[in-house]
């Protein structure tokens, strides 16, 4: 049958306008259309959640970004830069010294010599008779942390550490025993594994009779690794016992002494002093008739009592101080030791001792560089003498000075103690570190 070519036209005509239709709602209505700046999207999904193309290549759901290549490269460039920071962090850490903590329980006098005078720490309150006083220091690796006064007990002190340094006094039989009982508690904390480093900074007996302590030591199975013991001991060797200071009388509230420029080049009035104890049938005896025959009293500032006194009063503590800011010399005799807090007292004013050289009796031996061995090693710029017969002849030589000579030997006095006491310093820091640490 013949299909009129009129009809045949119209289906043409209407399948080409629906086909337009079609075409315009696809690209003007549909929700899905495909930018040049979109990735090609086909349902077929890859085993891993993405989306395949005709071609079977695998496409990621999320849509292509043009400057992710770049996007990455920088991100990348980030975690570079952070990561050497990081390292470069680690490397400074790494690198910083190692610091350890110390405490130092003073619970003798001498400790306030120590911690002050040696170490140069400061102490609050700074009212000297506080019930507690206590303080903070750094020296070369070690965090040093002081605790001192009556309130200062047993089981009340805050211990944040396991290195311990404990000053005590070993002088008199009382003084014994406080120590041991101080000695017997820090065993305790030995034995609690709470300490594990323990030093003893010891005023020792003046005829050197120290045994007492010999069982607390390392050596002799005790749990003191290091014992900082004063007088010249034949105990010292230098490996776990070390020759300590006397230094000045701190239980007598003498001062840490600033030197300042008058004390150096002030004119003295007097050619020296001596104001102290004369015991019966000693060298002072001989020194007071030397000061008072030969008529050097009264160039001299001279105070003798005939029974010592263990306590200052403010106005004979000042009376003391005086006189060693105004005398050339300070004479120095041998009490039951050769070695006195008024040698160190006499340097912290610039006065320079005239020290008797004599060995007193008992075990003070300590080699032929006895007495005064730590001193002599550090050599002290003092004038030495063996009989006070010989003061006059000193003293002659002492009027024949210019005052710009005697300024010189004020300042290398002066200057000789610093320098003395910040050795003291390093040499105590140099074993601690070396005993307590040298296995960390």
Request: some cysteine.
């Given at each position: 049958?013949?299909?009129?070519?009129?009809?045949?036209?119209?289906?043409i005509?209407?399948?080409?306008?629906?086909?337009?239709?079609?075409?315009?709602?696809?690209?003007?209505?549909?929700?899905?259309?495909?930018s040049?700046?979109?990735?090609?999207?086909?349902?077929?999904?890859?085993?891993?959640?993405?989306?395949?193309?005709?071609?079977?290549?695998?496409?990621?759901?999320?849509?292509?970004?043009?400057?992710?290549?770049?996007?990455?490269?920088?991100?990348?460039?980030?975690?570079?830069?952070?990561?050497?920071?990081?390292?470069?962090?680690?490397?400074?850490?790494?690198?910083?010294?190692?610091?350890?903590?110390?405490?130092?329980?003073?619970?003798?006098?001498?400790?306030?010599?120590?911690?002050?005078?040696?170490?140069?720490?400061?102490?609050?309150?700074?009212?000297?008779?506080?019930?507690?006083?206590?303080?903070?220091?750094?020296?070369?690796?070690?965090?040093?942390?002081?605790?001192?006064?009556?309130?200062?007990?047993?089981g009340?002190?805050?211990?944040?550490?396991?290195?311990?340094?404990?000053?005590?006094?070993?002088?008199?039989?009382?003084?014994?025993?406080?120590?041991?009982?101080?000695?017997?508690?820090?065993?305790?904390?030995?034995?609690?594994?709470?300490v594990?480093?323990?030093?003893?900074?010891l005023?020792?007996?003046e005829?050197?009779?120290?045994?007492?302590?010999?069982?607390?030591?390392?050596?002799?199975?005790?749990?003191?690794?290091?014992?900082?013991?004063?007088?010249?001991?034949?105990?010292?060797?230098?490996?776990?016992?070390?020759?300590?200071?006397l230094?000045?009388?701190?239980?007598?509230?003498?001062?840490?002494?600033?030197?300042?420029?008058?004390?150096?080049?002030?004119?003295?009035?007097?050619?020296?002093?001596?104001?102290?104890?004369?015991?019966?049938?000693?060298?002072?005896?001989?020194?007071?008739?030397?000061?008072?025959?030969?008529?050097?009293?009264?160039?001299?500032i001279?105070?003798?009592?005939?029974?010592?006194?263990?306590?200052?009063?403010?106005?004979?503590?000042?009376?003391?101080q005086?006189?060693?800011?105004?005398?050339?010399?300070?004479?120095?005799?041998?009490?039951?030791?050769?070695?006195?807090?008024?040698?160190?007292?006499?340097?912290?004013?610039?006065?320079?001792?005239?020290?008797?050289?004599?060995?007193?009796?008992?075990?003070?031996?300590?080699?032929?560089s006895?007495?005064?061995?730590?001193?002599?090693?550090?050599?002290?710029?003092?004038i030495?003498?063996?009989?006070?017969?010989?003061?006059?002849?000193?003293?002659?030589?002492e009027?024949?000075?210019?005052?710009?000579?005697?300024?010189?030997?004020?300042?290398?006095?002066?200057?000789?103690?610093?320098?003395?006491?910040?050795?003291?310093?390093?040499?105590?820091?140099?074993?601690?570190?070396?005993?307590f640490?040298?296995?960390?």
């Amino acid at each position: 049958m013949k299909f009129p070519k009129r009809k045949l036209f119209l289906l043409i005509i209407i399948a080409y306008v629906a086909f337009s239709l079609y075409a315009a709602y696809n690209v003007f209505f549909s929700s899905k259309i495909i930018s040049r700046v979109h990735r090609v999207e086909k349902k077929e999904s890859g085993p891993s959640g993405g989306i395949r193309n005709g071609g079977g290549a695998l496409f990621m759901g999320h849509q292509w970004n043009p400057w992710e290549d770049e996007q990455v490269d920088y991100n990348s460039e980030i975690n570079k830069k952070r990561e050497a920071f990081k390292q470069h962090m680690a490397q400074i850490e790494k690198n910083k010294p190692t610091r350890y903590k110390v405490q130092i329980w003073g619970k003798a006098a001498i400790g306030l010599y120590l911690w002050e005078h040696i170490l140069e720490g400061p102490l609050n309150p700074t009212d000297k008779i506080a019930q507690w006083r206590e303080g903070e220091l750094q020296s070369s690796k070690i965090d040093f942390s002081f605790y001192t006064g009556p309130a200062v007990v047993q089981g009340h002190v805050p211990l944040g550490m396991n290195s311990l340094v404990l000053v005590l006094n070993g002088r008199e039989e009382q003084k014994v025993i406080y120590s041991t009982r101080w000695l017997e508690h820090i065993q305790t904390l030995v034995q609690s594994h709470t300490v594990s480093h323990v030093a003893v900074v010891l005023l020792g007996n003046e005829h050197c009779n120290n045994n007492w302590i010999g069982p607390y030591l390392k050596r002799n199975g005790g749990f003191v690794n290091l014992l900082f013991l004063v007088y010249d001991s034949p105990w010292v060797n230098d490996k776990d016992v070390f020759q300590w200071p006397l230094g000045v009388a701190t239980y007598r509230q003498f001062p840490l002494v600033r030197p300042n420029p008058e004390m150096i080049t002030s004119s003295r009035p007097f050619l020296c002093n001596f104001l102290g104890t004369v015991y019966k049938n000693s060298s002072r005896e001989t020194l007071m008739q030397v000061l008072k025959h030969s008529g050097l009293d009264k160039e001299c500032i001279s105070s003798a009592r005939e029974k010592w006194l263990p306590q200052e009063t403010t106005e004979s503590l000042k009376r003391y101080q005086s006189a060693l800011a105004q005398s050339e010399l300070t004479l120095c005799p041998v009490g039951i030791n050769t070695e006195s807090y008024r040698i160190y007292e006499a340097c912290s004013y610039g006065s320079v001792p005239v020290v008797e050289d004599v060995l007193t009796p008992r075990t003070c031996a300590a080699g032929p560089s006895s007495p005064l061995r730590l001193l002599k090693a550090a050599g002290a710029p003092f004038i030495y003498i063996s009989d006070w017969r010989e003061l006059p002849t000193i003293l002659e030589a002492e009027r024949g000075m210019s005052q710009e000579q005697r300024v010189d030997r004020r300042r290398r006095l002066l200057e000789w103690y610093a320098t003395f006491r910040q050795q003291m310093r390093e040499r105590f820091t140099e074993v601690i570190e070396e005993n307590f640490f040298k296995s960390v």
